[in-house]
């Protein structure tokens, strides 16, 4: 029988470091739920000491998550081992990840400690976390650029203080698959007391080898692989969880273990990451992209027609991906609504959540005739993310012709009071821009527009994501709508909401 392989998901904590993927305290809990459906073992729901906004965050996924287990990252300070404890007491599983950091240049540099304090401090954060729960976590931050001997030294010392986890971060995405792998496999046969604790792995994507190193060191003895969906994270992101499922259960030949995960939700969970954080997926990214499962060249097709396993090595459907993706139309009930969008795995909290998501699709239906599944997700999200607003549009008018002038006329509710505002430029979203933002007290700065269609044909929704930048912070903002005006309307509104918000955030890096 093969071994377990623990997925570790970090996508409401490391994935959030992407700048503009800031999730509100509801969107994480929703996410932290279809993790939960799939069945990841640990997610790691924030770093509690970086922000109250974070600390409540840990504390609603504690409380909402039944079956995962939850963690909250914490620096190797008695201030943040008691903050992330009180974040998670309510957790049915618990877990308190620490970390401090083991490289030359990082204790010299940013601590400005030796290394004799650097294992005292280790030690002394572990033996606390133990008061909050027996399940603890420690990291050796840019292990991947730290000397082996001391390594050994600190995580020998770490696992006598009572860390029953033990993870090997490539903090800077630094390390080979074959140098990562010889790393890990040294570090298990060498430390005497390895057999008293998991080995993980946290790879970081800079080089593009993050999956490559995590599936290495699992081939060396790892047993637990720390990843976000779609691959979300601090600069080139991390390791993809959806890669390394697949990749371990394809390759049931080579690795000698296997997840829990219930793969068919992982297309559900990518794109409802991708809605939240409006980090579109790229059409070629493999398992949950676009392409990922399409053929063009002739003898490619001829091939899957004749037998699919010419050409492909996995079923679309086991990762949730469905052949007959055409579901529902104006005709069709709540029931079947509902039920369709259990099956994609998102639950309605209330009868009233339910009402108005229908409501929309409805609307949805009188001006797109055929209803897809990516439609569906994109109009339920809008619905959800509109929960937690300040400012939502209420109407648009556009005067647009080509050479001229184009003119926008905008009324928004502002805390709940309706305010109107025009505005004339060259071009119809600009104008729509400066009219939503000339009743506004802040002057944000643009740094991302982009468009991209949710379905095929001339009908589809269109999704439009924008990224602001004000006081030095990010902010992503998405919408969606059969007209890409109104679409960007939405998302400029989605992202000034997320700025008036501005909670404070302050992530470590592992």
Not at 38 to 56: C, H, L, R, T, Y
Not at 82 to 88: H, K, L, Q
Not at 386 to 409: H, P, Q, Y
Not at 487 to 509: D, F, G, I, T, W
């Amino acid at each position: 029988m093969s071994e377990k392989l623990i997925i570790f998901d970090t996508t409401l904590r490391d994935g959030e470091q992407s700048p503009g993927a800031s999730m509100t305290k509801d969107e994480k809990v929703r996410i932290a739920k279809s993790l939960e459906k799939m069945k990841v073992d640990v997610i790691e729901a924030g770093f509690a000491i970086a922000s109250q906004g974070d600390f409540e965050a840990v504390q609603a996924v504690a409380k909402a998550v039944k079956d995962s287990t939850i963690c909250s990252l914490a620096r190797a300070l008695d201030k943040d081992i008691d903050r992330a404890g009180e974040s998670i007491k309510n957790a049915n599983s618990s877990r308190i990840h620490t970390f401090i950091a083991t490289s030359d240049i990082h204790m010299k540099m940013k601590l400005g400690m030796t290394p004799d304090e650097v294992v005292s401090q280790a030690v002394r954060s572990v033996k606390r976390a133990t008061k909050f729960t027996d399940n603890i976590e420690f990291s050796p931050e840019d292990a991947g650029r730290s000397d082996t001997d001391f390594l050994c030294r600190i995580i020998e010392a770490a696992i006598n203080a009572g860390a029953t986890t033990i993870n090997i971060p490539d903090t800077v995405g630094y390390s080979i698959p074959f140098q990562f792998g010889n790393t890990m496999k040294e570090l298990i046969e060498r430390i005497p007391n390895s057999d008293k604790a998991i080995f993980s792995a946290h790879c970081h994507n800079d080089l593009g080898l993050a999956v490559s190193n995590s599936l290495s060191a699992v081939l060396n003895g790892a047993r637990q692989i720390e990843c976000t969906i779609n691959g979300l994270g601090e600069r080139a992101g991390n390791t993809s969880l959806e890669e390394v499922v697949m990749a371990v259960r394809t390759r049931q030949d080579v690795f000698g273990c296997d997840t829990n995960i219930d793969a068919t939700g992982i297309l559900a969970a990518s794109r409802l990451v991708s809605s939240i954080t409006g980090f579109v997926v790229q059409p070629n990214k493999a398992i949950v992209g676009a392409n990922a499962f399409a053929h063009e060249a002739g003898i490619h097709q001829d091939g899957v027609l004749k037998h699919r396993e010419t050409y492909e090595i996995m079923k679309a459907e086991d990762v949730g991906w469905n052949n007959n993706s055409l579901v529902l139309g104006k005709h069709s009930g709540r029931n079947a609504f509902k039920s369709r969008l259990s099956e994609l795995g998102v639950e309605f909290e209330s009868d009233e959540a339910l009402n108005d998501a229908f409501s929309r699709f409805k609307t949805l239906a009188d001006k797109k005739h055929d209803i897809f599944d990516e439609d569906l997700q994109a109009l339920v999200s809008e619905a959800q993310t509109e929960s937690t607003e300040i400012i939502r549009l209420v109407s648009l008018k556009v005067s647009a012709e080509s050479g001229k002038v184009n003119t926008a006329n905008v009324t928004l509710s502002i805390n709940g009071d309706e305010h109107s505002a025009s505005a004339s430029t060259s071009g119809a979203v600009d104008a729509t821009f400066n009219a939503v933002l000339s009743l506004v007290d802040i002057d944000p700065k643009l740094q991302l527009y982009s468009v991209s269609n949710v379905t095929q044909g001339t009908d589809s929704l269109g999704e439009v994501n924008v990224r602001l930048e004000h006081e030095g912070k990010v902010f992503n903002g998405q919408g969606v709508d059969t007209d890409i005006i109104t679409s960007s309307a939405k998302a400029y509104v989605h992202a000034l909401n997320k700025v008036m918000a501005n909670v404070e955030r302050a992530h470590p890096q592992i």
